[in-house]
């Protein structure tokens, strides 16, 4: 190798290039051109990262740079200067490295996305006082309101009877297993549904009723359902790992307003959704059971649900509850408990 190598130097104050030479001398590097010598100690210089093509460039103290379109010839130059590469670097020049680190990444988002993210929820969740649930609930029943419900058109009586069937029901529960609520009827665009609010806001809508012909027993299997997600303060934990998802995908995609970055928290909700859908269906067919109610009733209600309004439904036939099938199975082996 040559102990000598053609450069470009640029003194930092205009864009014209000098050519010069460069060579190592002792502890110190020397650039020599026409009416160009310059001696720079060699701790001195930057070494920018190098990488597998393009323009090398060195950094020298007072602004001035030192290129060069040769990259075989700068690397083995730089290194008999002593610049070696750092492991970074090495790992980058290299595939399996590269694939390495990739796998290690996905492993570590999978990680987070699994278990971090509904762990920190919790953990932000536990400290939030239930007023917070409150005004949250508040301010989504009341956007509801304004794009998909209208007034409730079942007649007061018939709400009553509905309220007073359920508020039977949960009577022999204990004290602590009943958090506070209230039940709403709304006719609604979205068809027979029912969702719970954060706060303890449970949305019951005319279709739903309608579709049931107000059978006391489905409806109270359905409320239960909703009050097993206030209980768990589900609404409000969902919003929070939602938040979660958002941040993250922002920061690995690094534009969260685009609908790519949107994607992983659907997918997401859809799966915490679901093992919230099935703990609020254990704590629906218990009270079923409680209340001398066969959860063999909720069997019918999916199978009616499932027909009309297939994979339009919201709420509780939202498309991240577990399959119908899953569902209906699981009531007709709670109805087979004794």
């Known amino acids: 190798m040559s102990n000598e190598l053609p450069a470009q130097?640029?003194?930092?104050?205009?864009?014209r290039a000098h050519?010069?030479?460069?060579?190592?001398?002792?502890?110190?590097?020397a650039v020599e051109g026409d009416g160009i010598a310059l001696r720079v100690p060699l701790a001195r210089i930057r070494w920018p990262e190098r990488t597998r093509h393009g323009i090398r460039v060195a950094e020298l103290p007072d602004g001035q740079t030192l290129q060069s379109d040769d990259p075989a010839a700068w690397d083995a130059f730089a290194q008999a200067c002593g610049r070696g590469d750092g492991l970074v670097v090495r790992a980058q020049q290299s595939w399996r490295a590269v694939l390495a680190s990739l796998a290690a990444l996905a492993a570590l988002l999978a990680a987070l996305y699994l278990w971090g993210i509904p762990r920190a929820a919790g953990v932000a969740l536990a400290a939030l006082p239930a007023s917070v649930d409150r005004s949250v609930g508040e301010v989504a029943l009341r956007s509801l309101d304004e794009q998909l419900m209208k007034p409730s058109e079942l007649a007061a009586a018939e709400q009553q009877r509905l309220r007073d069937a359920f508020a039977r029901a949960i009577a022999a529960l204990p004290a602590g297993d009943v958090p506070a609520h209230r039940i709403e009827f709304r006719r609604s665009r979205i068809?027979?549904?029912a969702f719970a609010l954060?706060?303890?806001t449970i949305v019951l809508t005319d279709e739903l009723v309608e579709l049931v012909e107000g059978d006391v027993a489905v409806i109270t299997g359905v409320l239960a359902h909703e009050l097993g997600h206030v209980r768990h303060r589900d609404g409000m934990?969902?919003?929070l790992q939602a938040s979660a998802i958002g941040v993250l995908a922002s920061v690995?995609?690094?534009?969260?307003?685009?609908?790519?970055a949107a994607v992983p928290v659907m997918l997401g909700q859809s799966a915490y959704s679901r093992?919230?859908?099935?703990?609020?269906?254990?704590?629906?067919a218990r009270l079923l059971r409680d209340a001398g109610h066969s959860p063999a009733v909720m069997v019918g209600f999916f199978e009616k649900l499932a027909r009309q309004q297939g994979e339009h439904a919201l709420?509780?036939?939202?498309a991240s509850h577990p399959a119908d099938a899953e569902r209906i199975r699981f009531f007709r082996d709670a109805a087979a408990q004794r």
Do not use: K, Q, W
């Open 19 to 29: 050519a010069v030479r460069l060579r190592r001398d002792g502890d110190a590097l």
């Open 191 to 193: 068809g027979a549904n």
């Open 252 to 260: 690995v995609i690094g534009d969260f307003s685009s609908l790519l």
């Open 9 to 15: 130097y640029f003194d930092g104050r205009s864009a």
């Open 275 to 284: 093992e919230a859908e099935r703990r609020a269906d254990a704590e629906a």
């Open 315 to 318: 709420g509780i036939a939202i």
């Open 237 to 239: 934990r969902m919003l």
């Open 198 to 200: 954060p706060g303890g």
